[in-house]
T-cell receptor, first 114, second 117 residues
């Protein structure tokens, strides 16, 4: 079955540091890939997505590139802020676009210190 | 953006009782709603998918008689945990997908923390 593996947290960084959160996946089909963010006390929000190989999703300074050859979708940001502190989930959908339920990674808790 | 609410946000109940959790799409019509369960430090696990007006589709290993799902309208789905036991204690999250083509992504509710004593 489908699965998503992402790096364990918590990840603690100083403000303005470079961020990478690794995510790899296994899927039977040709999935769409997503990063969701969950701020304290709030629901999951879509951060970015990519639907085909070599696509780059980007939003709020975050980027992730769909790498089919390495089955990866690593999340990066060049300069993090305290407000980026949250839990980040990598996810995939085999039906592309969210038609079916999503398969999630365990989440990575990111803590940015001033 | 699209907003999904859940009620209650927290519930504590005694073992053997039933608990109903509501999921509402506040500003769009949700043809499909999903129910997830999240254990501490674990990923969200899809429990079931419900389409408005039809029976829910449950994932393997999820007891349909234990977790009753109703999606009677385009803005409301309910999850009822029947005869709850301590092992049912978890964080339950719903998401909703709209009917218009532009709303293909899932929008998530804030979750409901269930504690069964």
């Amino acid at each position: 079955g489908d699965s998503v593996t992402q790096m364990e947290g918590p990840v603690t960084l100083s403000e303005e540091a470079f961020l990478t959160i690794n995510c790899t996946y296994t899927a039977t089909g040709y999935p769409s890939l997503f990063w969701y963010v969950q701020y304290p006390g709030e629901g999951l929000q879509l951060l970015l997505k990519a639907t085909k190989a070599d696509d780059k999703g980007s939003n709020k300074g975050f980027e992730a590139t769909y790498r089919k050859e390495t089955t990866s979708f690593h999340l990066e940001k060049g300069s993090v802020q305290v407000s980026d502190s949250a839990v980040y989930f990598c996810a995939l959908s085999d039906q592309g676009g969210g038609a079916d339920g999503l398969t999630f990674g365990k989440g990575t808790h990111l803590i940015i210190q001033p | 953006g699209a907003v999904v609410s859940q009620h209650p946000s927290r519930v504590i109940c005694k073992s053997g009782t039933s608990v109903k959790i509501e999921c509402r799409s506040l500003d769009f019509q949700a043809t499909t709603m999903f129910w997830y369960r999240q254990f501490p430090k674990q990923s969200l696990m899809l429990m079931a998918t419900s389409n408005e007006g039809s029976k829910a589709t449950y994932e393997q290993g999820v007891e349909k008689d234990k977790f009753l799902i109703n999606h009677a309208s385009l803005t409301l789905s309910t999850l009822t945990v029947t005869s709850a036991h301590p092992e049912d204690s978890s964080f339950y999250i719903c998401s909703a997908r709209g009917r218009q083509g532009g709303k293909k992504e899932q929008f998530f509710g804030p979750g409901t923390r269930l504690t069964v004593l």
